[in-house]
């Protein structure tokens, strides 16, 4: 099993960035695929990157691929989302999450919330315009 901890949310204005952590209990973190979602108030939870156990590959919608990046340190049991370019629309809860047992492979599989078995608890992101 494990457990989740977001970090790095906060107030920043349009064009600036933030940085994202997601650390992770669990000596067997390195087999789990982990991706970022967020959701905004009225909206569903959306896709926002995702990166295998390896850290080989990594997986982004449009609406934020160049301007975010996710990484993983598994010697430090955290994921990292580094987010630039901040646009207002941008603003959500951000969730990490860990898929089931390293199961995921390919945008698809990483895109699917019902393919993540463990989740934190979220962090706040605003930008004001």
């Known amino acids: 099993q494990v457990q989740l901890v977001n970090s790095g949310g906060g107030l920043v204005q349009a064009g600036g960035s933030l940085r994202l952590s997601c650390a992770a209990s669990?000596?067997?973190?390195?087999?789990?695929?982990i991706g970022w979602f967020r959701q905004a108030p009225g909206k569903e939870r959306a896709f926002v990157a995702a990166?295998?156990?390896?850290?080989?590959?990594?997986y982004y919608p449009e609406s934020v691929k160049g301007r975010f990046t996710i990484s993983r340190d598994n010697a430090k049991n955290t994921v990292y989302l580094q987010m630039n370019s901040l646009k207002p629309e941008d603003t959500a809860v951000y969730s990490c999450?860990?898929?089931?047992?390293?199961?995921?492979?390919?945008?698809?599989?990483?895109?699917?919330?019902?393919?993540?078995?463990?989740w934190g608890q979220g962090t706040q992101v605003t930008v004001s315009s």
């Open positions: 990166i295998n156990w390896s850290g080989d590959n990594t």
């Open positions: 669990g000596r067997t973190f390195g087999s789990y695929g």
């Open positions: 999450a860990a898929d089931r047992n390293g199961e995921c492979s390919g945008y698809g599989c990483f895109a699917a919330p019902s393919r993540y078995a463990y």
